[in-house]
């Protein structure tokens, strides 16, 4: 006998039956207890954390009593000495307000992080060293910048004084006997503090600082640097005459200048009513102008 069958008929012998489907309420009941699982497992990790933190700032806290009760109570930590020093300017009184150690009594109330910000904001501060050394001093270190030059900020309307790394000093600093950098082309208002940043200013610090630190160099004596021109620096000497430097292979360039005002001392070359210039932008050999001194076609130098 052959049977033909459908929806839950056998076929090849196998009986075959139609999928089931759960009741939707089953469904949502299974959603709800897989969200309430999740909540679950998201609350003790909560209050793991929330256990973890109180017991991290009860730490803090027994450890700041006990730093109070062993250190900062302690009369044997006593603050007697502050021993300040500077190699520059500043007194040991100002480095002590500088610092906020005035009224200071306990060597471990001195915050040494804050007392080290606090002086390197100075801007004539260089570095600072502070430490304690126990059982009653604290020791402070500063190292001062040393002016090199002044500026003239047409903008400020003051001459600022500015050290080797081109760090503004303020105007305290400026003495007269420094040289003077003019035709500067800084964006913004300048500052104490605040650092020259164009590429005119910085070879004119370069020449400046060759000339103090290199023996060869002592003997330009440097009046004032115009860095106007684009692509050179004006230098003028001591006694009048005129250097023009490019901004680069500055070490070199003033060693042909000093070349130059050498001969024209030792041969004692004669000079014009006017101050020299000296043009070490060119290739010349002896590029220099003003000297009474005929040249083959008949023209002088």
Known sequence: MRYNFTNGS?????????????????VRVRASERRGSLLQRWGAWLLALLVLAGIVVMIGMVARAVRQALFVQNSRYRLRVIDARSDGRLTADQIVEFAGLVGVSNLFEVNLRKAHELLLRLPSVRSVSVRRRLPDTIEVRVAERSPLARVALAQAGYTDAVDREGVLLGPKFAAERLPLIVGLNETGLLRPGQRLSSGAALAALTVLDLCE????????????????????????????????????QIAS????????????QNQRLPRGPEPLEIDLTTEEVFPVRGLRVETPNGTRM
């Not at 684009?230 to 005129?242: P, S």
């Not at 360039?253 to 024209?264: E, G, P």
């Open 253 to 264: 360039k003033l060693r042909r200048l000093v070349t130059i005002l050498t001969t024209i």
């Open 10 to 26: 056998r076929r090849n012998g196998v009986r075959r039956r139609a999928p089931r489907e759960e009741p939707d309420i089953f």
């Open 213 to 248: 630190t290199t023996r060869v160099f002592q003997s330009l004596r440097i009046r004032r640097v115009d860095v106007s021109p684009t692509d050179y620096l004006i230098v003028e000497l001591d006694n009048g005459d005129h250097a023009l430097l490019p901004h680069t």
